[in-house]
């Protein structure tokens, strides 16, 4: 089950993650592969997925890769899947990004904690709506929308119901992220995850042990 919000961190200059698989090697640089400074675990993940298969790789057509975010806790973990045991070894800089040890031989890599910049909580993202070259400007849940499309198109505010721990997660994320702000929210109604701009954000009691997280977001 995936859920929650991702925003982007400051500290991915430098991660390197290399793979060895039998006598081939390579190694995904986040300066070279990305070069955006504020990445998210998602960002990150993607264009990894991305690097891992292309035809290029020395392993094209015996190895391929994939990923999962996972709840875990408070906070969300990533996992990345190769189809066969490889060694992956990460810098200083991806062992802290990423929560990974130094090397592991194996076919999956996992983070041993709850990553810095992840929140796992349902997400509502209401009147967050999409275009269709079809059917032109619908809704979430793909119906038509009433009002006139500019009015709200591409910017709404959403919303969570949080634990301590999740509003703690929360506000560590938004103290650690890069300005300006970007963050992947996985909506529900629309069963994917968002890419917005994270503009302002709140965090209020709602009672006596959950919070009300509100971010105002754009696309």
């Given amino acids: 089950m995936t859920q929650g919000v991702l925003i982007g961190q400051k500290g991915w200059t430098g991660a390197q993650l290399s793979i060895t698989y039998g006598m081939s090697s390579g190694s995904f640089a986040y300066d070279t592969e990305i070069g955006d400074d504020g990445a998210s675990i998602k960002t990150f993940s993607d264009a990894f997925i991305l690097w891992g298969n292309d035809a290029a790789r020395p392993w094209s057509g015996g190895l391929s890769f994939s990923s999962s975010i996972d709840v875990s806790a408070h906070g969300l973990k990533l996992t990345l899947v190769a189809s066969d045991s490889v060694t992956f070894t990460a810098d ?91 963050a992947h929210i996985y909506s529900e109604a629309l069963s994917s995850w968002v890419d917005v701009n994270l503009l302002k954000a709140d965090v209020s009691p709602a009672s006596l042990s959950h919070y009300l997280l509100a971010m105002e977001i754009s696309q």
């Fill in 92 to 182: 200083t800089e991806a062992q802290d990004m990423l929560s990974v040890a130094a090397s592991t031989v194996a076919d999956t890599l996992t983070s041993s904690k709850p990553l810095l910049g992840t929140m796992s909580a349902e997400v509502s993202v209401p009147n967050w709506l999409s275009f269709s070259k079809d059917d032109g400007v619908t809704v979430g849940s793909g119906s038509y929308a009433i009002t006139t499309p500019s009015h709200g198109l591409k910017m709404t505010k959403a919303s969570a119901t949080a634990t301590h721990a999740q509003a703690v997660a929360f506000c560590d994320a938004l103290a650690s992220a890069y300005s300006p702000r970007k």
